[in-house]
């Protein structure tokens, strides 16, 4: 075990756990941030997305250890108050069904907007490929990026 002190969600968090420890379960199970599911294990689903020192990543393959120096933010700390942009766009378009995979697509949404501000439809499908909806909500979820966007 060691002691690790992160920045997530611009707080200053210690935990104590072992160095391969997944950030998802540092989050989940250490620090009861639930926001962020488990899905595959793999990072190949996309539902653990966080973001990285604002780079979109699969939290379920990142080890406690390499967290040094870089901020985290999860779906909680998207917003204080659920007025981001893409979560606003979320409502408006009705994306989730089941709702499990959506932390996971909107902060992948997220990140892509604030890399591009007014991406393309492919520029959509690249950033979003690798976040599954078991549900199949793609056309909202393609549409609320679009609707965000347009928020800015």
Do not use: F
């Amino acid at each position: 075990m060691a002691t690790y002190k992160l920045n997530i969600n611009g707080k200053q968090r210690q935990v104590e756990v072992a160095p391969e420890t997944p950030m998802l379960w540092v989050l989940r199970d250490h620090l009861n941030m639930v926001g962020t599911k488990y899905g595959c294990g793999i990072a190949q689903c996309g539902a653990c997305t966080v973001h990285l020192d604002g780079v979109a990543m699969r939290s379920c393959q990142l080890p406690v250890s390499a967290m040094k120096d870089k901020k985290i933010t999860t779906i909680e700390g998207l917003s204080d108050n659920g007025i981001h942009p893409v979560q606003q766009a979320w409502l408006e378009h009705d994306v989730p069904q089941c709702g499990y995979c959506q932390a996971g697509q909107i902060m992948s949404a997220a990140a892509l907007l604030k890399d591009n501000p007014n991406p393309s439809d492919s520029d959509i499908d690249v950033a979003m490929n690798g976040n599954i909806c078991r549900c199949g909500t793609y056309t909202r979820i393609k549409a609320a990026i679009k609707t965000a966007a347009k928020m800015g």
